[in-house]
């Protein structure tokens, strides 16, 4: 379908005023964004203009009851200058997913991924250029009825918004395995990118840094013994014949990184086992030796390597040194974002399509 989307552009860049060899994350926002009301019945109002501040009635529901959702994907460019899309389908089938398991609406995935093009194309001098950098692009949708009592809002904005960025973590880090509190439990929200998901997330994560850790490694809410995943990223266990990581059973993330990272691996002709990897399995191969990497896969971070596993008063130890599989997979996946490595997944998407014969 064509979504008519009208536009008003800035007359104001900010462009000139970013240093992009050393941008902070999630502070600096490219000049425009794209905005999309749902009154009820159909989605309307497709609208690309400046960044701005929108007036919200102290009673906007997803403040009080929490209906919102997000997603986090990229958007790169070749050494060419052709804006490339990464993995736009399948972030909203994962918009969607979430929306209905929060009871909102749909947005058709032609809207979704044309309102992203288009406001892709506008800023694309906000692309990044340089290595491990791109464009992060932040769709996000809230309930926006005026009311206080529990229900569901008729009514919600879909925006987007995108941020220049650079590399995320330049350091590995330290993850504390959390025996005490729950991100997710079975036939809860863990699957969802919802909102209340990342609130819940901070107090218990507050705590691991207080004891020097980055990020919480959480664990099945029945038994503590499961690992589901760490902060914004799913986890993956190198051992000296497999890779291990935890299923999708409904309580942790669906991550597109995580299934790039299968994808390749199984390509490369390594065995990946998708199933509960409890902490206890992995104590016992860093005893032994076998355990030569951990890893957590996100779109923000892409690969991030940890080198500490806080276990039972313990740290498990990593030497970074022999995290060779994980940079491999990082420069295979980054290669093909900016399409220097072919993409035979059918994973990356020209902006334009008259690109696509330019790649
Ligand atoms: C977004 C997210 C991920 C990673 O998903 P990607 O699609 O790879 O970006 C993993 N876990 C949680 C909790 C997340 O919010």
């Known amino acids: 379908m064509e979504y008519k989307i009208s536009k008003t552009l800035t007359k104001d860049s900010k462009l000139s005023s970013v240093d992009f060899n050393n941008i902070p994350f999630g502070k600096v926002f490219a000049d425009h964004i794209f905005i999309a009301d749902y009154d009820g019945k159909e989605w309307n109002n497709f609208e690309i203009s400046p960044l701005s501040r929108i007036p919200l009635h102290p009673a906007t529901m997803a403040w009080h009851y929490g209906q919102a959702i997000f997603e986090g994907m990229k958007a790169s460019i070749t050494d060419n200058g052709i804006p490339l899309l990464f993995r736009a389908m399948d972030h909203a089938n994962r918009f969607n997913a979430s929306a209905t398991r929060m009871c909102m609406p749909e947005i058709p995935v032609d809207l979704f991924v044309e ?23 932040r769709p996000v949708m809230m309930a926006v009825d005026e009311f206080v009592g529990v229900r569901s809002s008729d ?58 850790y980055d990020q919480v490694m959480w664990m099945d809410a029945k038994e503590f013994k499961y690992v589901q995943e760490v902060g914004t990223m799913n986890i993956f266990f190198v051992l000296d014949n497999v890779v291990l990581t935890p299923n999708l059973s409904g ?28 902490m206890e399995e992995i104590a016992k191969a860093h005893a032994n030796g076998k355990l030569l990497e951990v890893f957590g896969a996100g779109t923000a971070a892409v690969i991030a390597n940890v080198d500490r596993i806080g276990y039972k008063n313990v740290d498990l130890k990593l030497d970074i040194d022999k995290a060779v599989l994980s940079k491999e997979l990082k420069r295979d996946i980054n290669g093909i974002r900016k399409g220097r490595i072919p993409d035979t997944h059918n994973w990356i998407m020209p902006v334009y399509e008259e690109e696509l014969a330019l790649l």
């Not at 406001?119 to 906000?126: G, R, T």
């Not at 350091?171 to 969802?192: C, W």
């Not at 065995?271 to 409890?278: I, M, Q």
């Open 115 to 137: 309102s992203i093009k288009q406001l892709v194309n506008i800023d694309k001098n906000w692309i990044p250029t340089q290595e491990e950098s791109a464009l992060y692009l």
């Open 155 to 212: 009514t919600f904005k879909f925006m987007v918004m995108t941020l220049p960025s650079g590399p995320y973590y330049n350091k590995p880090i330290g993850l504390l395995v959390e025996e005490h509190f729950v991100r997710a439990a079975d036939g809860g929200v863990g699957e969802a990118k919802a909102a209340g998901n990342y609130g819940a997330s901070l107090y218990p994560t507050k705590l691991a840094k207080e004891k020097g």
């Open 251 to 278: 309580t942790i993330l669906r991550g597109i990184t995580r299934d790039s990272i299968i994808t390749l691996l199984k390509e490369k002709g390594y065995t990946v086992e998708e199933r509960p990897v409890s």
